[in-house]
């Protein structure tokens, strides 16, 4: 049916669209140079968890990647609040994009002819891990030929599409059989995963990378939930020879909240089955979304 939104709405060039109707043009710098960056925040029950906190790190990304448009603050989360509402999507993953966008001279190669535009979208609410893996918990494989590319290069703290190195992480995680991949950096440091935060147990202290990775939104909130449980959370350097002698490892990501990791290539935890402290924190982390101090409802 026409204009039905009911798999996913965009807002788009000032228009509301069924999402299969959201397209960018080829020459948009967006698509040829990967030149974007976006942000992901989640509906459950009708509501945006943490809105605030999305909202402000893709401010935050949009000046570290000197990117301008048009739209406040205002504007962008009435437009979030528009699409869900329209699309009638209770649990949705809700993606909000500034792009270089193109020159009015296709052929410049001078960003700042670029007129740089905002669009967001949403879908049905996408598990980053399976719900069955949310439950056993995760399988990950590192690789040692690909590593995270250089926050020197590409700054992880701003959200970004350059997934190349993920991509191929991933490709080999899943023809090895894994569920998913972390990279390691060029000093052998563990950074992240495709759309995850990793997080490890160790004598009751809670750790985390400290550098080379996105601050992940859930991965805040995680460290929050931390201290209401009385774990220590110390952000560090972590090798692998660490992360393969911990007690529980997790993830956190908006697309499924914290994830056990059961299982490291040849290493398996807690008896390979989900850590009892992570599903502590898993828990909370649910019972966070009935606290309307922390999420805002969508009048549909
Ligand atoms: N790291 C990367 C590279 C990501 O893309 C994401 C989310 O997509 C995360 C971590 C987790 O961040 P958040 O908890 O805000 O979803």
Known sequence: ???????GAAWMWGQIMPIADARLPVTDWGLTHSDITYDVVHVWEGRFFRLDDYLNRF??????????????RDD????????????????????????????ANVGSRDPRDCVNHFYAWCVPFVWVFTEEVVKRGASIYIPDH????????????AKNYHWGDFTQGLIDAKEAGYDNTVLIDAQGYVTEGPGFNV???????????????LHGITRKVAMEICATHGLEVVEKDITVEELFSADEVFATTTGGGVIPVTRLNDRTFSNNAAGEQTLALQNTYWEWHQNSAMSEAIIY
């Not at 690909?146 to 703290?157: A, Q």
């Not at 997080?199 to 990775?213: A, E, N």
């Open 199 to 213: 997080f490890i147990i160790c004598d009751g202290q809670v750790r985390t990378p400290r550098k080379g990775v």
């Open 59 to 72: 401010e935050e990304s949009m000046r570290k990647c000197r990117l301008n448009v048009d739209q406040s």
């Open 146 to 157: 690909v590593h995270r590319i250089s926050e020197n290069s590409v700054d992880p703290t």
């Open 1 to 7: 049916m026409k204009n039905d939104c009911s798999s």
């Open 76 to 103: 962008m989360r009435r437009i979030l609040h528009r699409i869900v509402s329209r699309s009638g999507l209770q649990h949705a993953y809700v993606s909000f994009v500034a792009s270089r966008g193109q020159p």
